[in-house]
T-cell receptor, first 112, second 116 residues
Framework: KQEVTQIPAALSVPEGENLVLNCSFT??????LQWFRQDPGKGLTSLLL?????REQTSGRLNASLDKSSGRSTLYIAASQPGDSATYLC???????????FGTGTSLTVIP | DGGITQSPKYLFRKEGQNVTLSCEQN?????MYWYRQDPGQGLRLIYY???????QKGDIAEGYSVSREKKESFPLTVTSAQKNPTAFYLC???????????????FGPGTRLTVL
């Protein structure tokens, strides 16, 4: 069964700092990987989707990379802002079956 | 507005009672999902459905039931058989492309269920 891990579980940074969030998965046979943002008590909002054939995706200050062979993905946030404070989750979908497997998330706090 | 709605936002239940959580989407998505989220844990899949009148169990289906009578609706019933139902419940939907593969998921705002 696919296992998805996110390290660190929590992270605090001063405003303006660049940061990297990590996601690792045990089975490299994935169809795609997705990064989500979750605000307290709310649903998930999709940030970036990387297909298995892609190496990275960018949206504004966010850049997600995928190294399928090593089972890793990173989410890079440039010039962090207090509004970026949230929990960030990654999820992978396997090549077979129709389930998405989620990590436990990284809780990010950007200090003004 | 297109999107996914869940109701109610907060729900309280007495032990031994069944309760039904609503999920509706107007995105014309074929696939719908129910997840449970507990503090410090990732989302765990309860049930999912790819087509009307068909659904599959996820990793933690025991104590839950679903129906998919309409494409837009995927209600979840938490039965009295669920031993620890207090949690945050999230519904999601996803399109299915021509290759019958699933793409990104779109989530509702969630329902927080508390058993008293």
């Amino acid at each position: 069964k696919q296992e998805v891990t996110q390290i660190p579980a929590a992270l605090s940074v001063p405003e303006g700092e660049n940061l990297v969030l990590n996601c690792s998965f045990t089975d490299s046979a994935i169809y795609n990987l997705q990064w989500f943002r979750q605000d307290p008590g709310k649903g998930l909002t999709s940030l970036l989707l990387i297909q298995s054939s892609q190496r990275e995706q960018t949206s504004g200050r966010l850049n997600a990379s995928l190294d399928k062979s090593s089972g890793r993905s990173t989410l890079y946030i440039a010039a962090s802002q207090p509004g970026d404070s949230a929990t960030y989750l990654c999820a992978v979908r396997a090549n077979t079956g129709n389930q998405f497997y989620f990590g436990t998330g990284t809780s990010l706090t950007v200090i003004p | 507005d297109g999107g996914i709605t869940q109701s109610p936002k907060y729900l309280f239940r007495k032990e031994g009672q069944n309760v039904t959580l609503s999920c509706e989407q107007n995105l014309n998505h074929d696939a719908m999902y129910w997840y449970r989220q507990d503090p410090g844990q990732g989302l765990r899949l309860i049930y999912y459905s790819q087509i009307v009148n068909d659904f599959q169990k996820g990793d933690i289906a025991e104590g839950y039931s679903v129906s998919r009578e309409k494409k837009e609706s995927f209600p979840l019933t938490v039965t009295s058989a669920q031993k620890n139902p207090t949690a945050f419940y999230l519904c999601a939907s996803s399109p299915i492309d021509r290759g019958r593969n699933l793409d990104t998921q779109y989530f509702g705002p969630g329902t927080r269920l508390t058993v008293l």
